[in-house]
Nanobody, 126 residues
Framework: QVQLVESGGGLVPAGGSVRLSCVAS????????MGWFRQAPGSEREFVAA????????YYANSVKGRFTMSRDTAKNTVYLQMTSLKVEDTAVYYC???????????????????WGQGTQVTVSS
């Protein structure tokens, strides 16, 4: 089964940028549907971005569309989340997730993903 490790979080000023990485082992990232989710304190885990397996077209939550970019590097077996124009409300723990087979309508559902990383904290200061 695939293991996922996120990195790249930290303290960022509002308006700044950060890139999160999710390195996969035990499986090739392009053979999994990959997703990014986030969870703020006291809130439900929410969808951020996702990419179906064998397909490089990402899907985004409306709240991040135009500011975040998800990409995949098969040579490094890594997916990325480039986050720009950060807002205080983007503060959360960001998780990478994977699943062998998801239909498009399920990409935004955290319950549909079988594999999860440990998360990386992103804090946006005002």
């Amino acid at each position: 089964q695939v293991q996922l490790v996120e990195s790249g979080g930290g303290l960022v000023p509002a308006g700044g940028s950060v890139r999160l990485s999710c390195v996969a082992s035990g499986g090739a990232v392009n053979t999994y549907s990959m997703g990014w989710f986030r969870q703020a304190p006291g809130s439900e885990r929410e969808f951020v971005a996702a990419m179906k397996r064998f397909n490089s077209n990402p899907y985004y939550a409306n709240s991040v569309k135009g500011r975040f970019t998800m990409s995949r590097d098969t040579a490094k077996n890594t997916v990325y989340l480039q986050m720009t124009s950060l807002k205080v409300e983007d503060t959360a723990v960001y998780y990478c997730a994977a699943d062998r087979q998801l239909i498009t309508s399920s990409l935004g559902l955290s319950s549909e993903y079988d594999y999860w990383g440990q998360g990386t904290q992103v804090t946006v200061s005002s």
